[in-house]
């Protein structure tokens, strides 16, 4: 006959299929258990030949409640949930601030679900089913005696009419594919060995960020249990995997998403399947478990626990860093993800009509600043950084974040470890929030702590859609290239420092550096290739900031000429780790060089504009550095195969070549390809 909804504390809508109801005389009530109340009415109308009335109570209404409205000689409807998930005061007054997931002890197991909006809760654990009890701030809770280590549990839960199966947004392990939930005792899992990185020196100019993907890095190698936790685990005493990584230099391996995700079945990882999917893991279902595409059995949740703890841990024997690819800007499936199913319209935004926003092209957008959405995020994030040791957190789409959340993660991060990095992508973006309160590049200042991906870097020196590159041959003006260099410029503006800025010109998305190159007509030979690649990594590596490497660069990584290779295969996306013509040994020597010159110490603008200067009178693009060990340092980079002859003062000495690292004295040197090249005074 009618739907009623609640709209708000004291608001109800009820819908109608007709007018025929002498509305003005008509008492209409809302009833539970223990009282009746009398509904006022504030208006109505006729949308699409229904009947839309708007109710007032002048008493509040709680969604958790059982409620029935009484429309006198017309009938009884239940009332359902409406737009109350999106008020401002149900943000508010339900906001739960302590632990929310299982807690297990030997003899008992604690569960608590956040759904202010849920009539009946019940868990099922090992196929028995529980019920919950209402406590407070819209948190059900319930203490089951016994041992219930490995069972596997899931919820029921009624909000309308039906009861409804979803998992737990704060579970911490899961069976393949996200079936059910696991109850773990973390004391039983395995136990680390080694602490977070540390540096005693520890600053951002100070690391070296190689961006890796778990499958990737041995999807090609001929060893057991390909593309998982284990495989590149067994890689640390090799000549491919860890083992090569160790010997780079780097100070950091950043994993793409290694959390549960969607769009693969978990059970299947041999990429001769017909049923096997390859994706990198940017459609994220559980914050909090790990994924069991990479685990040797995704079905056992200590397995998929252990091996990436054991993971870590190697890495962390290797004195590098591990930080993390998060995402915390959409979800793989907003109808499954558990958080909107227990409680309905609060996870997303939504436009002015209500509909779901698409900022992040994935269908749906989190809205982070609402509170328990904010807590997911930064609960989830402790619990990654202290279950696992992990050193610091990319965020994926960083500007569709609002900064309350990003800075209030890194508040409490922060006390953990003192060696934290947290970075992402600040682009700018459209998304439903006051510019004042986007987590981009154009509010760096209001994120300190925050470093970003610096795409004006990048598009000046590797190009794009738009722009030729000065790797591409573009001529680029001596302030323009030492401005980049200096690492505190982006486009028009200025970060805080060089701190803020990551220099990069390659990363998993778009195409590869070596594939870029390959769809230019410019370059005809091998060399050519190598002298612009070494050109490349010099330039991120001996600029002011933090360099970030692209698993590969400098073994001329190819995808085949294919820009995105999300859901592509192994033949695409797997690393070939011993390759003819590599410049293993010039990244390694160009690492040793910017230590040598003391870049890595460089992070104020005052500091670098006192050792960086600019050499005005060469018609070679020329810098000098100076240490704070008094020497002298000058850098010539060039972009073109032409010869040019420079004279130098006696007592001159070439110690890098463009390729490697040389100690010879000169008095003349002839440039004649693109590269950097640096002399000692």
């Not at 819209?138 to 199966?165: P, S, V």
């Not at 192994?570 to 011993?578: A, F, H, L, R, Y």
Request: aromatic fraction near 14%.
């Amino acid at each position: 006959m009618f739907k009623a909804y609640l709209e708000d504390f004291h608001d109800i809508k009820i819908i109608m299929p007709s007018n025929n109801l002498v509305i003005e005389n008509t008492l209409i009530h809302a009833l539970n258990k223990d009282q009746t109340i009398l509904l006022t009415l504030q208006s109505y109308e006729m949308i699409n030949e229904e009947l839309h009335l708007y109710l007032h109570s002048d008493l509040e209404i709680e969604p958790f409640n059982d409620i029935t409205i009484e429309i006198a000689k017309v009938g009884k409807a239940p009332l359902l949930l409406g737009k109350i998930t999106r008020s401002k005061l149900f943000d508010q007054k339900y906001y739960f601030n302590d632990w929310l997931g299982h807690h297990y002890e030997r003899d008992k197991t604690t569960f608590r679900l956040w759904t202010p909006v849920a009539k009946e809760v019940k868990i099922v654990v090992d196929n028995k089913p529980y019920e919950l009890t209402y406590s407070h701030h819209g948190m059900w809770e319930i203490t089951i005696l016994g041992n219930l280590n490995g069972k596997a549990y899931h919820y029921l839960f009624r909000i309308n009419t039906t009861f409804i199966e979803t998992l737990d947004p704060f579970a911490i392990a899961s069976d393949a594919n996200n079936k059910e939930n696991y109850v773990i005792d973390l004391n039983d899992t395995y136990k680390m060995q080694y602490g977070y990185y540390f540096d005693k020196d520890f600053s951002y100019p100070n690391t070296i960020i190689y961006e890796i993907n778990v499958r990737d890095a041995t999807s090609k190698l001929d060893i057991k249990n390909v593309g998982t936790y284990e495989a590149l685990t067994n890689t640390k005493n090799t000549i491919y995997g860890l083992g090569y990584l160790k010997k780079l230099g780097i100070t950091h391996l950043q994993l793409l998403p290694v959390l549960t995700f969607g769009g693969v079945d978990e059970n299947i990882k041999d990429s001769t399947n017909k049923d096997f999917k390859y994706n990198w893991g940017y459609n994220p279902m559980q914050y909090m478990v790990p994924s069991g595409y990479f685990a040797t059995d995704a079905n056992n949740p200590y397995t998929r626990i252990n091996e990436l703890k054991k993971l870590i841990d190697t890495i962390h024997s290797l004195n590098l860093g591990v930080n993390l690819d998060v995402v915390y800007n959409h979800v793989f499936d907003n109808n499954w993800f558990p958080f909107e199913k227990l409680v309905p319209g609060y996870t997303f935004r939504t436009d002015e009509k209500g509909y779901l926003t698409n900022s992040s092209w994935c269908g749906n957008d989190l809205k982070t600043d609402h509170l328990m959405i904010r807590k997911l995020i930064i609960d989830s994030l402790l619990f990654l950084q202290s279950f696992y040791q992990i050193d610091g957190f990319r965020f994926d789409l960083m500007g569709l974040i609002d900064i309350d959340t990003m800075n209030e993660a890194y508040t409490k991060l922060k006390k953990h470890n003192p060696c934290l990095m947290v970075y992402g992508e600040g682009w700018q973006m459209d998304v439903m929030l006051r510019e004042d309160k986007k987590a981009n590049i154009n509010n760096a200042k209001k994120l300190l702590p925050y470093a970003f991906f610096n795409d004006y870097f990048r598009n000046m020196i590797r190009g794009s859609n738009d722009i030729l590159g000065y790797l591409k041959g573009m001529p680029l003006t001596h302030d323009s290239l030492f401005k980049l260099l200096t690492g505190f410029s982006y486009f028009d503006k200025e970060f805080d420092s060089a701190s803020q800025s990551i220099n990069y010109v390659e990363c998993h998305d778009n195409y590869t550096l070596y594939d870029w190159l390959c769809l230019s007509s410019m370059y005809t030979t091998d060399k050519m290739y190598l002298d612009v690649i070494r050109l490349a990594m010099g330039l991120v590596v001996l600029s002011c900031g933090i360099p970030f490497l692209h698993a590969g660069t400098e073994l001329l990584r190819s995808k085949k000429l294919i820009d995105n290779s999300y859901n592509l295969d192994d033949e695409v996306n797997g690393i070939n780790w011993v390759v003819k013509n590599n410049l293993t040994k010039t990244l390694q020597d160009l690492i040793t060089l910017r230590r040598s010159l003391m870049i890595n110490k460089l992070s104020s603008k005052v500091d670098i504009k006192k050792r960086f200067k600019l050499e005005e009178s060469s018609n070679l693009f020329a810098i000098r550095v100076y240490t704070s060990q008094y020497e002298v340092y000058q850098i010539f980079i060039t972009n073109r195969y032409e010869n040019i002859d420079k004279y130098f003062a006696p007592g001159t000495t070439l110690i890098y070549d463009g390729e490697k690292i040389v100690n010879i004295e000169v008095q003349v040197f002839n440039f004649n390809a693109p590269g950097i090249y640096v002399f000692k005074k």
